[in-house]
């Protein structure tokens, strides 16, 4: 992998400072780039050095012009060779590193992408957004002040690809043309495609209660409703919260959504049928009772297209548990979506709130709806979701009403869990979040 490539005024291949099984690929690289590079033979013997290194050829000043090729490799890495050269002390400092595999060759060149920023109503508005600030920022994108940017894509799905950046050329064509880039492991597992979708999210108000199917159910789904379920595959997610990040996820434990009924009539009552309560209340103790009677309750409730009454009757008393998280989440998803069943979902939902750094992974079945603030999110490379509620998109209760675990689980054991080590000599911090599918992980570097 190249990430810096510019052409030196320098003989920078005997300056190199490289491990001892890299040095062999890394001058045989250097020396083809600089014949790559060089238009004419006396274009050459600049690129040697044979003239005064004092100047800059013409290349190194369009790499410095039109930056391209740029970031950083770990230098501790055994595949990784660094080259520098110039006085740090004046900044005339040009480095060139690449990696290359356990044969010598080099992986791949590092490239810039152009990702594709989604504007969902739900996103943050104009230059408040992560993602405007982003393609702004990054991409000289122009922004509009009154456009929610919810979404930046990062991959090859075809609802959103990415373009390698300054051409017209989509990453999957270019994937297609260097298959090899992907390496070896993945080659075997998913073929020559990417398997995974980077995105960040700038959420202002809640999304849809969804969830996702495993891969097995998207098959089928795709087969039967193409329109609305574009792509074959299963969508594992992992979300990574840049600031707080508010989300609904997997299912209460029994005695608090016990508590929420007992307390609340008007949930009763926009579930529609007492037996269906009394049922699951009276399943205490047995795992596979609860969850059957937990599936009927939650179909009572979602199937219910006409809550306005216990949704208002609640609204006029809401504020005398202000300092129940889930009664003021309640309230502030009915100034979103008045009248929609989801308002109800923070009395069956864990309430999960993420600082910067912590994640929150969804395997296939699981539901939840992400609230408000911005996270990067990786996933399998797909674009399947099953709605039901928080949303004026097309719901699908009968599919996820059936598709559902029903799980129940406590707050604090939806949190995911970190593995952070400290890299010797840059005492760079490395978070690696780590979700049980082959598709992807999630590595987040903080550089001191
Ligand atoms: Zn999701």
Redesign the pocket.
């Known amino acids: 992998m190249i990430r810096i490539l510019p052409v030196l005024a320098f003989p920078l291949h005997v300056k190199l400072r490289l491990p001892s099984n890299v040095i062999a690929a890394f001058n045989r690289t250097f020396l083809a780039l600089l014949r790559l590079k060089s238009d004419t033979k006396n274009d050459f013997e600049i690129l040697l050095g044979k003239t005064s290194a004092a100047l800059y050829h013409e290349k190194v000043i369009d790499h410095y012009e039109n930056p391209r090729n740029i970031g950083s490799l770990n230098k501790d890495s055994p595949n990784v060779g660094t080259g520098l050269v110039g006085a740090p002390a004046c900044g005339d400092v040009m480095k060139l590193q690449i990696e290359v595999d356990d044969d010598g060759s080099v992986i791949v060149i590092m490239l810039e992408l152009e990702g594709c920023a989604q504007t969902y109503a739900w996103g943050k508005q104009g230059l408040e957004s992560s993602v405007a600030q982003l393609i702004s920022t990054y991409l000289g994108k122009k922004i509009s002040g009154d456009t929610p940017y919810a979404e930046l894509w990062m991959g090859i799905h075809p609802s959103g690809p990415s373009r390698i950046r300054g051409t017209e050329q989509l990453l999957s064509e270019w994937i297609i043309s260097h298959p090899e880039s992907l390496g070896h492991k993945t080659r075997d597992v998913f073929g020559d495609n990417l398997p995974f979708l980077l995105k960040v999210l700038s959420v202002n108000k809640a999304l849809s209660i969804?969830a996702?199917p495993n891969k097995f159910h998207a098959e089928q789904l795709h087969a039967e409703r193409p329109d609305l379920y574009k792509d074959p595959n299963h969508?594992p997610?992992l979300a990574v919260a840049v600031t707080k990040f508010e989300a609904l996820c997997g299912f209460k434990t029994f005695s608090e959504i016990a508590k929420y009924l007992n307390d609340i009539p008007e949930l009763r009552e926009a579930i529609g049928k007492e037996e269906l309560v009394q049922a699951f209340l009276n399943s205490a103790g047995d795992e596979s009772h609860i969850r059957e009677a937990l599936r009927n309750l939650f179909e009572g409730l979602m199937i219910n297209d006409n809550v306005r009454d216990p949704l208002q009757k609640l609204m006029l008393r809401i504020d005398s548990n202000k300092d129940d998280p889930a009664y003021s989440l309640c309230k502030r998803l009915m100034e979103w979506f008045p009248d929609d069943v989801g308002c109800f979902g923070p009395f069956l939902f864990n309430y999960i709130v993420l600082e910067p750094g912590e994640a929150l992974f969804?395997g296939p079945n699981e539901p939840?709806a992400y609230i408000q603030g911005d996270c990067v999110e990786c996933m399998a490379c797909s674009d399947n979701?099953v709605r039901a509620g928080l949303t004026p998109k097309y719901k699908d209760v009968p599919t996820l009403v059936s598709m559902l675990s029903y799980q129940l689980r406590s707050a604090k054991e939806v949190k995911m869990a970190v593995e952070t080590t400290t890299c010797p000599g840059t005492g760079a911090t490395i978070c690696r979040y780590v979700p049980p599918v082959k598709d992807f992980l999630v590595e987040r570097y903080t550089v001191r």
């Open positions: 969804q996702h969508k997610e969804l939840h979701v």
